[in-house]
């Protein structure tokens, strides 16, 4: 019986293409194992993973001799934006320096075997299986995909046109850390744009350190926009005495809307918070309730129903070595920063504080609260319990190897960043061999979306043309 030879991945006839502004794009969908650590014959389980693969126009026909650069989107528990254009930003750089692109949905995300209760109830039944199913999903695993995906791509390569360039946003910087660990080999150069991540084998560290930049920024937010302190006091009242469902079924409570200052981490969102409590402050005054049109902007500024991994697995990305998370940012918030960080408005409103005395917005951090408050998220209460208490997570980072590291690595850690602090950032990279930093205080998290240059200028110091740092 003849065998049938299955074509090169580059040269299938069937995935779907298309053209956008400097790019063709090729739609790609790769079976990998769930979990790497099982035998890989007789294997049932796999996840299915996407890559939107962009091709430089007019260079289609070289896409077996081109270089591949992998982007790592941030989260945990987020797609890759589709760029509906290749000319700007750092696609449009990585094109300029030769590459055709790799934009991964990270497993779980996206079109890649994406998590939800409804995918968890359509495979499993108990909160045990569903547990350990999802723990296969951190960046340990991602990094093999990607790795599984370029051996894939690259096949009839030589070794050294088969590796791969990074670049690592937030948790994709993670990632990268952790692919610089297991297979540096497979690595030409690397980017990590405000996700330098710390060395630590669990998160209380990472909280004790951002709770109090999240208490810096919120003082910044009110010197700006003074009567917005009144404003968020009226507004956490009425959400106290008023039992206030959000569009989608989720409830709008004080804490819950307290979780808008997230957007404190980005550059404009002072402006998007203070445009919600704006509004919402107006509705009150003119209608005595909040309308639909604010509760919809609210509940959209929030990207926990949508992308659940972002909650489930978010204190998870830092723990090692068998280190659960036990909650660790509600844990931290109640031993160490309960006053500033309050939640209850009858204890704000009992605490003595007059009508001149802000109310604090929390950052990027979650809470077992959480998963009442949320609509999506409350079919996931037990799963995201049984994740917080979880002890076998496996180690995310070789130190050792990192000490070692030959592979050329450049990264920029944001001074003011409210995610990621710089102190642990800056720790780890002077324990990685090689990595040149670029510190600065012109952006916040997302700088690399925000401005252009800073991909440029990333390039331009691991190239050796900036050398004053």
């Known amino acids: 019986m003849a065998t049938t030879i299955q074509p090169h991945e580059l040269d299938r006839a069937d995935i779907e293409t298309y053209v956008i502004p400097g790019g063709t794009v090729y739609e790609r969908f790769f079976e990998c194992p769930l979990d790497y650590s099982q035998p890989r014959n007789g294997q049932t389980q796999t996840v299915r993973v996407f890559v939107r693969h962009i091709v430089p126009l007019g260079k289609e026909g070289q896409m077996r001799e081109l270089p591949f650069f992998l982007y790592l989107q941030g989260g945990p528990g987020f797609e890759c934006r589709f760029p509906g254009s290749a000319k700007g930003g750092w696609l449009s750089t990585a094109i300029g320096e030769g590459y055709q692109i790799l934009l991964i949905d990270q497993r779980g995300t996206g079109l890649s075997s994406p998590i939800s209760a409804d995918s968890l109830d359509a495979r499993f039944t108990t909160t045990a299986e569903k547990v350990e199913y999802v723990s296969n999903f951190r960046a340990d695993n991602i990094v093999r995909d990607c790795e599984h995906i370029r051996k894939i791509l690259c096949q009839d390569r030589a070794d050294k046109d088969s590796k791969l360039a990074l670049l690592g946003q937030s948790f994709g910087g993670f990632c990268i850390a952790t692919y610089l660990s297991l297979f540096p080999e497979s ?17 209380d560290a990472v909280y004790q350190a951002t709770y109090g930049r999240m208490l810096s920024r919120n003082k910044q937010y009110y010197e700006r926009f003074p009567r917005d302190v009144a404003r968020v006091r009226s507004i956490m009242k009425h959400l106290n005495d008023v039992d206030v469902a959000l569009p989608d079924g989720g409830r709008l409570s004080p804490r819950r809307f307290q979780q808008l200052g997230i957007s404190f981490g980005f550059t404009g969102g002072f402006d998007s918070v203070h445009q919600l409590v704006f509004h919402a402050a107006s509705d009150l005054e003119t209608l005595g309730k ?3 049109h604010t509760l919809t902007d609210i509940a959209c500024a929030q990207s926990f129903d949508s992308n659940p991994l972002y909650c489930i697995m978010h204190e998870a990305i830092y723990c090692q070595n068998g280190t659960p998370s036990l909650w660790s940012a509600h844990r931290t918030r109640e031993t160490q920063f309960a006053a500033e960080f309050e939640h209850s408005w009858d204890r704000i409103a009992a605490s003595g504080s007059d009508s001149s005395s802000p109310v604090y917005f929390t950052g990027e951090t979650v809470y077992p609260w959480m998963l009442d408050d949320y609509a999506e998220l409350r079919r996931l209460k037990d799963v995201a319990q049984g994740l917080a208490e979880y002890t076998g997570w ?12 030959k592979v050329p690595v450049a990264g920029v850690s944001y001074y003011n960043d409210m995610f990621v602090d710089f102190c642990l950032s800056e720790k780890t990279a002077h324990a990685v061999q090689g990595f040149r930093l670029w510190v600065t205080n012109e952006y916040h998290h997302n700088g690399l979306r925000a401005d252009s240059r800073v991909m440029t200028y990333l390039v331009n110091l691991l190239r050796g043309d900036i050398t004053d740092l």
């Open 187 to 203: 690595i030409s150069k690397a980017f990590i744009a405000g996700g330098i991540p710390p060395l630590v084998d669990g998160p």
């Open 290 to 292: 909040l309308s639909t």
């Open 394 to 405: 496996g180690r995310l980072y070789d130190v050792g190897v990192l000490a070692k590291n």
